[in-house]
């Protein structure tokens, strides 16, 4: 990767220039895909990327680069570059660089490293295909894919952080397609973990299939979502999009800073039910949005956004810190080395209440429950929100109305 005396070097000539603050964001990504379609393999994909970002700070401006070379003399023109209209005397000086050691709390046993396992996903996926298929005739298409993934990094900056971490990450996802005359719908799921391959255990390839073939199925004839306002249930799981796409970036101090968020100055404030108590949290063991660090080396941890109602907290990320005030929540991520870090959520979910799903569903006469959700968006300036749901039930007098699915709402 990058020994630490250039990283040192690095760092110290940025100070030279006169930033208050420098960092290195040094990551190796390896990638490996496979994909079935008909019933055979259709493409298998494997990559590496490897490249260095720098930032530094000049107050509140925020300079970045990135190079894929790891000599001193070239990451230093990188720096003289990005500090070239705003080069000063110096006024900082670099505390000495000290690896920082966190226990490990996401294992890995088959890690992408020693072995892509191809045989045995391809095994995994081809199971899930003949469920799928064995579900119904009108079953005409299963794409299945794995994706892996394995990122290490090390991040070193002026105030002596210097931090490794290795992240991998494993992705099965399936599509189906049913088709009946001139109708036709899809099935979809895709679990996920901070994990390696072993993952696959606690998938069972038969279900998966089966799943996204009923899917499919269930909206093969079903009516059009009817119009207009009314109550809507949302189920677990993938529902909390919603709350990712309606709230969850507005509270990042990306928007905030910047006063984009219709939240910026709610802080305190009752902004929602007092039955929300909302919780962003990257500590959760092997959970997909969870990390040891984060991508400007600061411990990861459990925030709470919203209790009974009130807003309690932002995510923050290091320059949305100085730019607002509040304390950094581990909250940096970045999209990989070419990218700066910006405040972005981790595992962000609403904590559970104390009324069961019958309880909901009683007091709503005529409504719609989202049993399955898909992805959105969010205008964080006036807080309007748009998903798509990809399966869908009428409510009716209390009770879910199994014979009228609305499901094609998307």
Not at 13 to 26: I, K, P, R, S, T
Not at 110 to 137: G, T
Not at 153 to 178: K, P, Q
Not at 252 to 280: L, Q, Y
């Amino acid at each position: 990767m990058l020994n630490s005396v250039t990283a040192k070097a690095v760092i110290d000539h940025a100070l030279f220039l006169g930033a208050d603050f420098a960092e290195l964001f040094v990551e190796h990504h390896q990638t490996n895909s496979i994909q079935i379609a008909s019933g055979e393999v259709d493409k298998v994909n494997s990559g590496i990327d490897f490249g260095i970002g720098i930032r530094l700070f000049f107050g509140h401006k925020v300079l970045y680069g990135y190079t894929n070379n790891t000599d001193e003399n070239e990451l230093k023109r990188v720096t003289s570059l990005l500090a070239a209209k705003d080069k000063r005397e110096q006024i900082a000086t670099a505390g000495a660089l000290n690896l920082n050691r966190y226990p490990i709390q996401h294992g890995c046993r088959l890690p992408l490293s020693n072995d892509a396992n191809l045989d045995s996903k391809i095994a995994f996926l081809l199971k899930a295909d003949a469920a799928a298929r064995a579900e119904s005739e009108y079953i005409t298409q299963f794409i299945g894919n794995v994706l892996q993934r394995e990122q290490q990094v090390s991040i070193f900056n002026s105030e002596g952080l210097h931090v490794d971490d290795t992240r991998h990450y494993i992705r099965v996802s399936g599509n189906t397609v049913a088709q009946k005359g001139n109708e036709q719908s899809s099935g979809s799921e895709g679990p996920g973990a901070l994990s390696g391959w072993e993952f696959s255990e606690q998938l069972d390839a038969q279900e998966l299939g089966q799943i996204i073939a009923q899917q499919a199925l269930v909206k093969l004839g079903a009516d059009a979502c009817p119009s207009g306002e009314m109550p809507v249930i949302i189920g677990n799981g993938f529902g909390g999009v919603i709350f990712h796409e309606a709230c969850g970036h507005l509270l990042e101090t990306t928007s905030v800073a910047k006063k984009a968020s219709v939240f910026h100055d709610k802080m305190g404030e009752m902004i929602a039910h007092t039955a929300v108590s909302a919780v962003d949290d990257g500590t959760m063991t092997n959970e997909w949005g969870s990390i040891h660090v984060d991508d400007e080396g600061m411990t990861t941890q459990r925030t709470q956004l919203i209790k009974d109602g009130k807003l309690t907290s932002f995510m923050v990320d290091k320059m949305g810190g100085m730019k607002t005030g509040f304390e950094p929540t581990g909250s940096g991520r970045r999209q990989n080395y070419k990218f700066a870090p910006t405040s972005r959520m981790r595992n962000t979910f609403i904590e559970a209440g104390e009324h069961s799903l019958d309880d909901m569903l009683a007091g709503v006469e005529r409504g719609i429950y989202a049993k399955k959700m898909g992805g959105g968006s969010v205008q964080p300036g006036t807080g309007e929100f748009n998903f798509a749901v990809r399966e869908a039930y009428l409510i009716e007098n209390g009770k879910i109305n199994q014979t009228s699915q609305n499901c094609n709402a998307d």
